[in-house]
């Protein structure tokens, strides 16, 4: 850690001391108006860049000497601005007896002699449908395959012990909801990857893509993420969204890990893993609480009960 970046994490005022000087809603719309220049098109990584590094300096209006941040931090700006949009984002908060329902579609490019399941080199998608129950022990799981013909449906019940690497809705809420305490959190218990670093990374980004995170406990993983080391951001725009990549790039494996996060929410769009013989990319269509899975969707699973899985052949996908 360099000087700067000491100084400047040393001189940030705590969680509580933000909330008496402005409420969340007041920090996020001041964050809006410093990143304003910053989203009139992708691309322009520069110019977005210096406007999240000034609302980096809005978080540090308690310091009596400005503060300018340096080039070399404003990845870190980027992150601290997302960990303000996150906070201040009415989403529905997942809750007991409620359910999580995501659908997502996703593409993977294999180059090299097979995906290591047997599949030949190409391109492979997907299409998925899930229903999450509060507490993780039951998924509905709707999966199909365009290009193949094939809809896989899974009725998954199950008893397990709920981790960072596997998070249920219960098991995030009882996070810690401040950076440090999350990063302590998972230092004590990361392990596996290419370094440290990318074990960390893996980890908060893991927990930030699962969407079961309460949104101070967001904001705080994205408050930690401005701390890992060899993480860079660069702008962009998602289906017609301002959004920031974020990305872990491993030299030794020459592999990359990226998550794509909406600027003005800090929800996950897309996620992104490269490396010599893949590329797999993940976008996040819907992600939302309700109080119970639809009819139809029950039906089918009724239809089949007690198989776990099943497969359906070529046809129209299922829609529940």
């Known amino acids: 850690m360099n000087d700067l970046l000491t100084t400047l994490t040393q001189a940030r005022p705590t969680q509580a001391e933000l909330d008496q000087m402005w409420p969340p809603s007041s920090r996020h719309a001041r964050a809006e108006t410093l990143l ?3 989203r009139a098109g992708g691309g322009h990584r520069r110019s977005g860049r210096l406007a999240l590094a000034a609302a980096a300096v809005v978080a540090l209006a308690a310091v009596a000497t400005p503060v300018v ?38 593409v993977q490019v294999d180059r090299g002699s097979s995906d290591g399941f047997g599949n030949p080199p190409g391109r492979y998608d997907r299409q998925r449908e899930s229903w999450t129950s509060w507490d993780g022990h039951r998924s509905l799981i709707v999966e199909r395959s365009p290009s193949r013909g094939w809809v896989e449906y899974s009725d998954l019940r199950e008893e397990f012990e709920a981790s960072y690497a596997d998070p249920t809705p219960a098991f995030a809420a009882t996070l810690p909801d401040d950076p440090d305490g999350l990063r302590a959190y998972l230092d004590a218990r990361v392990q596996g990857s290419s370094s440290r670093q990318e074990a960390v990374y893996s980890a908060l980004t893991g927990l930030v893509a ?23 951001t660069d702008d962009l725009r998602v289906r017609g969204r301002a959004a920031v990549e ?4 491993e030299d030794l494996t020459s592999s990359s890990q990226s998550l794509v996060v909406d600027r003005s929410t800090g929800q996950v769009l897309e996620m992104r893993n490269r490396s010599e013989q893949t590329d797999f990319t993940s976008s996040t269509e819907l992600s939302e609480v309700v109080h119970d899975v639809p009819a139809g969707v029950r039906a089918a699973f009724d239809a089949h009960a007690g198989e776990g899985a099943f497969v359906e052949s070529t046809g129209e996908p299922y829609v529940g």
């Open 36 to 38: 304003g220049s910053g």
């Open 69 to 106: 941040l340096a080039p070399d931090d404003a990845a870190a700006a980027d992150l601290r601005a997302l960990a303000l949009s996150a906070a201040a984002y009415d989403a529905p908060v997942l809750a007991e007896g409620t359910w999580l329902h995501e659908r997502s579609t996703s």
């Open 246 to 249: 974020i990305t872990f790039t």
């Open 210 to 232: 699962s969407h079961t995170l309460p949104p101070q406990t967001l904001a705080a993983a994205y408050d930690a993420l401005a701390e890992v080391q060899d993480v860079s």
